[in-house]
């Protein structure tokens, strides 16, 4: 059963445009974690959100805890090639993790 | 130091075949898990190991399906009588225990079942 749902699952955008992928689901979560996956390799760790409404940067990265610990969202300011890959949320529980179903981003230069 | 690797990188294996698949966790990491990835999608939990222990194994898609851990270090999957729908890519990540949100991922072997 596929717990957490991604919006969108495909995003082509220009160099320096700014975007939003979400990560929905009707469950609560202790926490919230966000990944990049590019081809050939496993997902890479880039934030870990654990208290509703919490906000975190990282660089031109602005991640989002929704208040009821049910959603999250990944905000990229002035996208770069180098930003193109798989985007991944993930909820944790005791010690099992959910994964959603994945944002692919093409930045396009 | 060392990530985590996974051997091997690439099996293209006949169906019905067996497969092993291996995974190296980051040295003292006590919780392991696996994970199957279809055609660039998220990822689908296997089964996780606390030291040489799998609490649950309900990930497990059939009973074709089994790992094991040994000395709370490497693990393996095997896949009994492949088939085609096994084909996917596997990915192995360790944390430093129970409780530890932070997995580092293995870069994953990629399966061909013909």
């Known amino acids: 059963t596929q717990l957490l749902e991604q919006s969108p699952q495909f995003l082509s955008i220009q160099e320096g445009e700014n975007l939003t992928v979400y990560c929905n689901s009707s469950?609560?979560?202790?926490?919230l974690q966000w990944y990049r996956q590019e081809p050939g390799e496993g997902p890479v760790l880039l934030v870990t959100v654990v208290t509703g409404g919490e906000v975190k940067k990282l660089k031109r990265l602005t991640f989002q805890f929704g208040d009821a610990r049910k959603d999250s969202s990944l905000h990229i300011t002035a996208a770069q090639p180098g930003d193109t890959g798989l985007y991944l949320c993930a909820a944790s529980g005791t010690y099992k993790y959910i994964f959603g179903t994945g944002t692919r981003l093409k930045v396009l230069a | 130091g060392a990530g985590v690797s996974q051997s091997p990188s690439n099996k293209v294996t006949e169906k019905g075949k067996d497969v092993e698949l291996r995974c190296d966790p980051i040295?003292?990491?006590?919780?392991l898990y696996w994970y199957r990835q279809s055609l660039g999608q998220g990822l689908e939990f296997l089964i996780y190991f606390q030291g040489n222990s799998a609490p649950d194994k309900s990930g497990l898609p059939s009973d074709r399906f089994s790992a094991e851990r040994t000395g709370g270090s490497v693990s393996t999957l095997t896949i009994q009588r492949t088939q085609q729908e096994d084909s996917a890519v596997y990915l192995c990540?360790?944390?430093?225990?129970?409780?530890?949100?932070?997995?580092?991922f293995g870069p994953g072997t990629r399966l061909t079942v013909t």
């Open positions: 040295s003292g990491h006590t919780a």
């Open positions: 469950s609560v979560f202790s926490s």
């Open positions: 990540a360790s944390s430093a225990g129970q409780g530890t949100r932070e997995q580092y």
